[in-house]
């Protein structure tokens, strides 16, 4: 027996039957913390796996261990012990099972698998299920009849494609490429420039077409649309590394192989090396869908991406991507989650994009691929955020002497971007400056009534005190003033009386126009505005979500105008609007945009956080809300 407690509940049960030959039910279940009827189906497929040698059966109240055959039992039970760590997880079970359909050379018995993974036939069939209802989505049947066997149907390119997306590793855990095979093909890899991912989606694609070729499972036949490589690099590159394998092996190789090996090569994530990634074409369907996904973009959100080189790789990551979501060759993008929860704006950018490509295309983007083009638009906002910076003047009060000053200066120099200079000043110097953008001080008597100051203590955090100065930073550049303990830019920019309490049975629309009205009857917009905003909403709705509703346009006008309106309603629906009306000739139209974006996906993402801002009454309610919950926005 193999030292250590085993994990799964079979073993466990099957430990402690050994252990005390007796127990009762409830004792069972109560150890192991599961339902009686759980352990009852676990003994179940106990006395499964270690049939003609051992039975767990009840007597009197209690389940006893009775060993049938000495010597049989004790290769079941180390079976159970060996297979326990490696066939607990289903993963490993569903790769196993499919190995053994992949390269049987007949029906398969669900007895004879049972034994080899050494499980009862429940789990066998619970895999099973679990299994086919995996490959149905690639148009793959495991078939067969009780007492017959099962087998597995379908074409072979599609058993390949659902290897290679979802059990390779389970599968080919075991499979060691010979050396030479793994040189030749990292080489030619090195040698075309390929990136780490495209290499190992390669290499996993060539390893499985070894192994189906010398079990003689080669593809016979693709549809046409496979055969369009036939004029890429990439089937260039791939009839090299054939031709290469064909002369090591002494095997025939039908050319559909070529077109296989041509699949992670069409559609790899945009080369690292920019020589070869120019020397590839870009069709002008291509290009001309960029241009509406970034029209798309323009005219939903009201954000503006520009020519550069950051877009140039946009395009080529397209060309790819139709390619993986044309020939069903997928990449698993592992920090998808991760994605969606630190970028929401660039997401929600993506989640556009994909509408345009859907709807130009007749392709469906699975959500892997929203991950990356959602890790492209945040690079775009970053780019656009870094774009907009100016020099940021810093003076630094020295009371002690410079070297306090200089202190201060190379901490915060070391978090702050290249745009900011500092200029150490002593108390008298910083008097009548005022052409800072901002004053450190350690000493509290230093004031000034023309440039905001920070004071700072000897020991200071520097994170606490970089939100600072970006957030000061930020308003200054919208010439706003900012309010004490208030992270939230719309609390900043909000007046309030423009915070309108309205009626729990407004829709969108009805408060879309309530608002609009007041503040033309205030003078704060026109009519003119109005129309436009009727023509943009009938156009494409500008509903944030089912609960907040973010309209807003460019105008003739010199001031940012921003509105709030809530609708206290108890059932579902609409409760929070955002309205803001930018300049036309703003110069920060992009940024603001982008925080108030960021704003907004943090209230809407908090169904609760919404009811309880629609229950608010006035303006100064609200703002005094957003200071209380001011670490929601901190980040932002």
Request: with cysteine; glycine share 4%; proline share 2%.
């Amino acid at each position: 027996m193999t030292s250590g407690t085993p994990d799964s509940r079979i073993a466990q049960i099957l430990d402690i039957m050994e252990l005390r030959k007796a127990a009762k039910l409830e004792s069972l279940a109560d150890k192991l913390k599961k339902r009686k009827k759980t352990i009852r189906n676990d003994i179940k497929e106990l006395n499964q796996i270690l049939e003609g040698s051992a039975l767990v059966e009840s007597v009197s109240g209690r389940y006893m261990l009775f060993i049938l055959d000495e010597k049989a039992f004790q290769k079941k039970k180390e079976m159970v012990y060996i297979q326990n760590d490696y066939m607990n997880s289903p993963a490993k079970r569903y790769g196993y099972i499919l190995n053994r359909l992949m390269h049987g050379d007949g029906p398969l018995l669900i007895d004879d698998l049972a034994d080899e993974i050494c499980v009862g036939r429940t789990t066998i069939n619970q895999d099973l299920k679990k299994l086919r209802e995996m490959l149905d989505s690639y148009q793959l049947q495991i078939v067969g009849k009780t007492n017959t066997g099962i087998r597995l149907e379908g074409e072979e390119l599609s058993l390949r494609l659902f290897i290679l997306e979802q059990l390779y590793d389970q599968v080919f855990e075991a499979f060691l490429l010979d050396d030479d095979l793994e040189n030749m093909v990292n080489g030619y890899c090195q040698e075309y420039g390929f990136d780490h991912i495209t290499t190992q989606y390669f290499m996993r694609s060539y390893t499985l077409m070894i192994d189906r070729v010398l079990n003689e499972h080669p593809l016979s036949s693709l549809q046409e649309k496979y055969h369009e490589l036939e004029q890429t690099t990439a089937y260039r590159f791939a009839e090299k590394i054939i031709g290469q394998t064909i002369e090591m092996f002494q095997v025939a190789i039908p050319m559909e192989e070529i077109l296989f090996l041509s699949l992670p090569i069409a559609g790899m994530r945009t080369p690292m090396n920019r020589e070869n990634q120019q020397a590839l074409e870009i069709s002008e369907d291509v290009a001309e869908l960029v241009v509406k996904i970034l029209n798309r973009i323009a005219y939903d959100m009201n954000f503006h991406i520009s020519p550069t080189d950051l877009l140039d790789d946009f395009v080529y990551h397209i060309n790819f991507m139709l390619n993986r979501l044309k020939y069903r060759f997928y990449i698993r993008n592992y920090a998808l989650a991760e994605i969606r929860e630190k970028f929401p704006l660039a997401y929600r950018m993506a989640e556009l994009a994909k509408k345009v490509i859907e709807e130009q295309t007749n392709l469906s983007v699975v959500d892997d691929e929203l991950g990356f083009l959602a890790s492209y638009f945040s690079l775009f906002l970053e780019e656009q955020h870094y774009r907009n910076q100016r020099i940021f003047r810093v003076g630094i009060v020295c009371v002690q002497g410079a070297i306090s000053g200089k202190l201060i200066q190379v901490r915060l120099g070391k978090m702050m971007s290249d745009q900011t200079e500092f200029e150490l000043l002593s108390e008298m110097e910083a008097k009548d400056r005022e052409d800072f953008d901002l004053i450190i001080s350690i000493s509290r008597t230093y004031e000034s009534e023309v440039v905001p100051v920070i004071y700072l203590e000897e020991i200071f955090e520097e994170v606490e005190v970089l939100r600072q100065i970006e957030r000061l930073k930020y308003l200054g550049r919208l010439e706003l003033p900012m309010k004490t303990g208030l992270s939230s830019l719309i609390a900043t920019i909000l007046e309030p009386e423009h915070f309108y309490k309205l009626n729990p049975k407004f829709s969108y629309m009805d408060t879309v126009l309530y608002v609009t009205d007041q503040l033309i009857k205030d003078g704060v917009l026109d009519e003119h505005f109005k129309e436009e905003l009727l023509k943009r909403e009938k156009k494409s709705t500008m509903l944030f979500d089912e609960n907040v509703g973010f309209p807003h346009l460019q105008y003739s006008g010199d001031k940012i105008v921003l509105a709030v309106a809530v609708v206290d309603r108890k059932e579902s629906g609409f409760r929070f609007l955002l309205f803001l009306a930018l300049p036309r000739n703003f110069e920060l139209h992009d940024d603001i945009l982008i925080h108030l974006y960021n704003e907004l996906l943090v209230i809407s993402s908090d169904e609760e956080l919404v009811k309880e801002i629609a229950r608010l009454k006035s303006g100064n309610e609200f703002v005094l809300y957003m200071i209380k919950h001011n670490e929601l926005f901190e980040n932002i």
